[in-house]
């Protein structure tokens, strides 16, 4: 539930490109991937790396809306 709701979030922040939260919702799914990773390695339990994986589709998708916005920005 918390993440599909991150993601919803982040969804609508990419519609209304919102530019200057980019850097923030990264940074949320870069600490998700650091306690995904800790928790996997404390736990070896296997759903952690399918979560984290998950996360990194995020970041990915997030990522490359922030690199397309961005050069959008310099080319206006």
Known sequence: ??????????????????????????AVRGYSLLCLTWLYWVNRDPLFLVLAGI???????????????RARSFRA
Do not use: K, Q
């Open 1 to 26: 539930m918390l993440m599909s709701g991150l993601g919803f979030n982040i969804t609508g922040i990419i519609r209304a490109r919102a530019e200057p939260l980019y850097p923030a919702t990264l």
């Open 55 to 69: 996360v990194l589709i995020g970041v990915t998708l997030t990522l490359a809306a922030y690199v397309t916005d």
